[in-house]
């Protein structure tokens, strides 16, 4: 069963980079057919699609915040990763991966996800 | 790229059916159908229940459904159990620019 998990700072100063990691497990970051996603929901409210990328560096990012992420990815650790720079408090999000099926745009497995603060 | 609409909140008694709906535009729901439903308990990840309108993942109870038609897709929930208390959120394709939105959520009561 395909697993992930992230991991990362749960407190980030206003003004600074944010950097999460998924670590993928049961399975290969490589199949073909699917893009390795994050996705954001604040405190009490809805989902927010951050961007996608595939295994082989292909990346699309939601527009609302393409200034602010990079997404990268690592296939010989099996793991992907999120850059969101000039973190402000509406940044103060749960963060989770997700993997996202290339062909039928739907999420289908997704990391337990990790609370992110930003303190100013 | 607007959030698709959702009603903020649907309710039902146990066995009853309810209907909750999302409704995009010519440029995502009604064009496409990649719409895709995930139900979300409090403190958990969401969950794929529904994808491709109306098609269900393996292991997902046959008391959930989908259908759309023109810019709304909606999400049926038959025989109402308490463990259908969840929020409740649609996602469709929308073009290659932003390729992903999400619904703004339905909280699902059992009365």
């Known amino acids: 069963q395909l697993q992930l998990q992230e991991s990362g700072p749960g407190l980030v100063k206003s003004s600074e980079t944010l950097s999460l990691t998924c670590a993928v497990s049961?399975?290969?970051?490589?199949?073909?057919?699917?893009?390795w996603a994050w996705v954001r929901q604040p405190p009490g409210k809805g989902l927010e699609w951050i961007g996608y990328?595939?295994?082989?560096?292909?990346?699309y990012y939601n527009p609302s915040l393409k200034s602010r992420v990079t997404l990268s990815v690592d296939t010989s650790r099996n793991q992907f990763s999120l850059d969101l720079s000039s973190m402000t408090a509406a940044d103060t999000a749960v963060y989770y991966c997700?993997?996202?099926?290339?062909?039928?745009?739907?999420?289908?497995?997704w990391g337990q996800g990790t609370l992110v603060t930003v303190s100013s | 790229q607007s959030a698709l609409a959702q009603p903020a909140s649907v309710s039902g008694s146990p066995g009853q059916s309810i209907t909750v709906s999302c409704t995009g535009t010519s440029t995502d729901v009604g064009v496409y159908n990649f719409v895709s439903w995930y139900q979300q308990h409090p403190g958990k990840a969401p969950k794929l229940i529904i994808y491709d309108v109306s098609n269900r993942p393996s292991g997902v109870s046959r008391r959930f459904s989908g259908s759309k038609s023109g810019n709304t897709a909606s999400l049926t929930i038959s025989g109402l159990q308490a463990e259908d208390e969840a929020d409740y959120y649609c996602?469709?394709?929308?073009?290659?620019?932003?390729?992903?939105?999400f619904g703004t959520g339905t909280r699902v009561t059992v009365l």
């Open positions: 990328i595939y295994y082989g560096g292909s990346t």
């Open positions: 996602s469709s394709f929308s073009g290659t620019i932003n390729p992903c939105v």
């Open positions: 997700a993997r996202h099926s290339e062909v039928e745009y739907f999420f289908d497995f």
């Open positions: 049961g399975g290969s970051i490589s199949t073909s057919g699917y893009f």
